[in-house]
């Protein structure tokens, strides 16, 4: 099995505060130690997850998800999630996390939600 990447690169958002994590590749057990580590990073008061690109997430990316969430909420941060292919939603419908989640079809549309 070859291994699998999963990159993340960061950028400011739109609006003042808001930060963007735009995820390439599949979110898995091999990768989602690349996740948590770049959700460290960011501290701000509004994150936007860029999924546009993101093709696959196994039970250990999701679970990666749900502790983004809960550390975005100890924190009072902002967490927003953006670009998710049909997928991810039907993963994250399936297990009922979506009810969790603030998702938006783009960037854009997060970026003006959380503002």
Do not use: C, W
């Not at 958002?13 to 930060?19: D, K, L, V, Y």
């Not at 995820?23 to 546009?52: H, R, W, Y």
């Not at 994250?92 to 970026?111: C, G, N, R, W």
């Amino acid at each position: 099995m070859a291994k699998e990447n999963l990159q993340v690169m960061a950028f400011a958002g739109a609006r003042e505060g808001q930060r963007v994590l735009h995820l390439k590749g599949s979110l898995n057990i091999q990768t989602v130690f690349t996740f948590q580590d770049a959700m460290k990073m960011e501290t701000g008061p509004a994150l936007i997850l860029d999924f546009s690109d993101v093709d696959f997430i196994d039970s250990a990316g999701l679970g990666s998800l749900v502790a983004a969430h809960v550390g975005a909420q100890r924190g009072k941060r902002k967490l927003a999630f953006a670009g998710m292919n049909k997928q991810v939603t039907a993963l994250l419908d399936m297990t009922h996390v979506s009810q969790l989640f603030k998702t938006y079809p783009t960037i854009k549309d997060a970026e003006a939600a959380l503002s």
